[in-house]
């Protein structure tokens, strides 16, 4: 993180607002530990994106507890627009006061500039594409597609700054890096993806075994006398030669079902 923020604070000088972008499922693991720290007097929105994939209930909390705290938040989905008109409602807001204020100074009026900051993979680019009505910023289902700081204009003078997704030097503590690495936060081969997928299976058993069970055709008799990754890889065939269960190929299958929400909506942490 230090290194990451270092090569950004040269924007932070020109930029009027910053975008903290953090996953709605994990709305705090996903966040910047002590950014206020670094943006000092900074103006600040938070952004919860794929609220589709989250609990609603749980986000609605979440968006209570952090307004509570002063902390301005909106919940969007980048993938269907959803909440995307009330945070464009919030910046044109912010832009019509900037120009005012550089008005009432005799200033020239320029565009708001926005900073968008979050860790890897937590759908800023998919974000700022829905802003700007086009697709300005590269996406994709992985870390690491934006490689550096980008400007997106979008209308409403207004500018948009995209920057490359950033983890910050301690995120591997035990109970958070797993869970990054389920939401896709993580970039691959970091963390051992049957660790992941263990993780997911032992709190879907808790939260919505009939969902898990069904979704791969497993009887409660097959889960309670095999390993339940194991069953699901002998389900979907996922098999080495002599019969062995490909592990990791099952594992993966399993993660981007959870991923997608086809194993339904769930907040992971909470207020």
């Not at 953090?22 to 943006?39: E, F, N, Q």
């Not at 464009?88 to 708001?112: D, H, M, T, V, Y």
Request: glycine share 10%.
């Amino acid at each position: 993180m230090p290194a990451g923020l270092k090569s950004l604070r040269q924007y932070l000088k020109v930029v009027d607002i910053v975008l903290e972008v953090a996953d709605a499922r994990l709305p705090s693991s996903s966040r910047y530990p002590d950014l206020g720290t670094i943006l000092g007097s900074r103006a600040r929105l938070l952004v919860l994106t794929r609220a589709d994939l989250a609990d609603p209930a749980a986000t609605a909390r979440w968006l209570e507890a952090f307004q509570a705290k002063g902390t301005p938040a909106v919940a969007v989905n980048a993938r269907t627009g959803e909440g995307v008109r009330a945070l464009r409602r919030q910046l044109a807001g912010i832009a019509k006061e900037k120009k005012e204020n550089l008005a009432r100074k005799g200033l020239r009026a320029r565009p708001l500039r926005i900073m968008a900051l979050g860790i890897p993979n937590v759908g800023k680019s998919s974000l700022l594409n829905r802003l700007a009505g086009r697709g300005a910023a590269r996406t994709g289902d992985r870390p690491g597609i934006t490689r550096g700081p980008q400007w997106i204009r979008i209308e409403g003078e207004m500018e948009l700054l995209d920057t490359p997704g950033v983890l910050w030097s301690h995120w591997h503590e035990p109970g958070t890096a797993l869970w990054l690495g389920a939401i896709g936060c993580v970039p691959e081969g970091i963390l051992p993806v049957t660790d992941i997928a263990n993780l997911v299976v032992e709190f879907l058993l808790a939260q919505a075994p009939e969902l898990l069970l069904t979704r791969y055709g497993i009887t409660r008799q097959e889960a309670e006398r095999a390993n339940l990754l194991e069953a699901i890889g002998r389900r979907r065939g996922y098999l080495l030669p002599g019969g062995i269960i490909d592990q990791e190929k099952t594992a993966l299958a399993l993660i981007n079902d959870f991923r997608e929400g086809y194993l339904g909506r769930y907040t992971l942490e909470q207020p």
